[in-house]
Each structure stands twice: as structure tokens, then as C-alpha cells.
């Protein structure tokens, strides 16, 4: 089966500007996660849906940052305005049901200049 | 609230030699733990989880890691490295297993010298 994508996989773009970052999911997994790594720090959860539902999004850092996932499939991840700050490396992950592993994508690389 | 600590940024074994991965975690419940690696251009692999019974958890390619509860540690450990095993390495801890998100460490990257 197909593991989970990403796309884009690198975006850079100026300050002030917006970006959505997509994530497709294995098929079949209803739960769906995003977490970011800021360069050389830890990988940090920004949060997770159950099917189209946000479960959790303690981690998210602020209103710049929206987060969807119309219909259970594939989320799509927004900051506007984009701020130097948002730099970082944005991992997506997706699970079936409870007990069972995150399965990682390959991370959308943000540059912020 | 949990947190985990990785010893070492950046580790260089030679190829046969012992890895050592060093992982400490916080957790005010018991915890699950987890080492993911990531390869070049690809996403995070779970290499081996612990979650309840057998405190020695075998995982994928020779790794084996350690559940110590009174060190609060999850070393990551292989007998003889392989220059394969060249990558960046995430300890991760979990208040259930499954359910809840990952609280990582900073990685250590591992480098093989021929």
C-alpha cells in the first residue's frame, strides 16, 4: 500500500506570504497528525484529527496556522501570514484505529526568507 | 507533562562496531517508548516500541533497546554497525500507546566511518 505523501516537498517563500502544505494519508487511516522540527530541535506535535475532526491541537503555535481536513481524506495545512519563525521541517502522520503505529510521510521542508 | 532527552547530537561508530544511542525520558505516567529512524529524503520508521511485559524490545534491522525504569532510559543499542545504518535517530515517548501524540527528543545522527 501506498504510505503517506506530502506535497509540497520544499517551499520557500517570502515573509508575509501564505502557504498550504497537503498531506494524503494511508488510505484508511481515520487518525491523521501534524508535528513540525524547527531546525536542530525536537519534533514537536501541532495536532490531530480523528477523521475530519480536530482531536487535539494543543500543539498548534498560533492563529496563523489552520489546519483541515474536509471529508476524513487528505488535510491540508495553512499559515498566513508566514513569519521567519515558521521555518522548519512539517511532518504528517496517519494511524488506524488505536494501537497501532504512526506512519510518517517524508515532511514538507518551509523556508521563511 | 513528558519530555525526553537524547545524549549526543551527533554519534560516529565505525562499521562492526557497538552503537549506542542514549535516550532518558520524564513521564509522570508510565511510559510508552518508542525510536523512530529517518533516512535520507523519506519519513520517520518505527525501529521498535515498548509499551508493557518484556523490558529487552527487539526491533528492525539488529536494533534492541532497553526499558530501565529506574534510570528512566531507553538506550538504542546494535552489536556491530553497518554503514546502512547511517541516519538520524528519534527516541519518543507516548502516554499510551497509539492514542496520544509523540513527544521526540532531538535526534541523534548517526554516522558510519568505513
Known amino acids: 500500500e501506498a504510505g503517506v505523501t506530502q506535497f509540497p516537498s520544499h517551499s520557500v517563500i517570502e515573509k508575509g506570504q501564505t502557504v498550504t502544505l497537503r498531506c494524503d494519508p494511508i488510505?484508511?487511516?481515520?487518525?491523521l497528525y501534524w508535528y513540525r522540527r524547527v531546525m536542530g530541535k525536537e519534533i514537536k506535535f501541532l495536532l490531530h484529527?480523528?477523521?475530519?475532526?480536530?482531536?487535539?491541537e494543543s500543539g498548534m503555535p498560533n492563529n496563523r496556522f489552520l489546519a483541515e481536513r474536509t471529508g476524513g481524506t487528505y488535510s491540508t495545512l495553512k499559515v498566513q501570514p508566514a513569519e521567519l519563525e515558521d521555518s522548519g521541517v512539517y511532518f504528517c502522520?496517519?494511524?488506524?484505529?488505536?494501537?497501532?503505529?504512526?506512519?510518517f510521510g517524508p515532511g514538507t521542508r518551509l523556508t521563511v526568507l | 507533562a513528558q519530555s525526553v532527552t537524547q545524549l549526543g547530537s551527533h554519534v560516529s561508530v565505525s562499521e562492526g562496531a557497538l552503537v549506542l544511542l542514549r535516550c532518558n525520558y520524564s513521564?509522570?505516567?508510565?511510559?510508552?517508548l518508542f525510536w523512530y529512524v529517518q533516512y535520507p529524503n523519506q519519513g520517520l520508521q518505527l525501529l521498535l516500541k515498548?509499551?508493557?511485559?518484556?523490558?529487552l524490545v527487539k526491533g528492525i534491522n539488529g536494533f534492541e533497546a532497553e526499558f530501565k525504569k529506574s534510570e528512566t532510559s531507553f538506550h538504542l543499542t546494535k552489536p556491530s554497525a553497518h554503514m546502512s545504518d547511517a541516519a538520524e535517530y528519534f527516541c519518543?515517548?507516548?502516554?499510551?500507546?497509539?492514542?496520544?501524540?509523540?513527544?521526540f527528543g532531538t535526534g541523534t545522527r548517526l554516522t558510519i566511518i568505513p
Open positions: 515498548y509499551t508493557t511485559g518484556a523490558t
Open positions: 513521564s509522570s505516567v508510565p511510559p510508552y
Open positions: 519518543a515517548v507516548s502516554p499510551n500507546f497509539g492514542n496520544e501524540k509523540l513527544t
Open positions: 488510505s484508511g487511516h481515520d487518525n
Open positions: 502522520a496517519s494511524r488506524r484505529g488505536q494501537f497501532n503505529e504512526q506512519f
Open positions: 484529527f480523528v477523521k475530519e475532526s480536530k482531536q487535539d
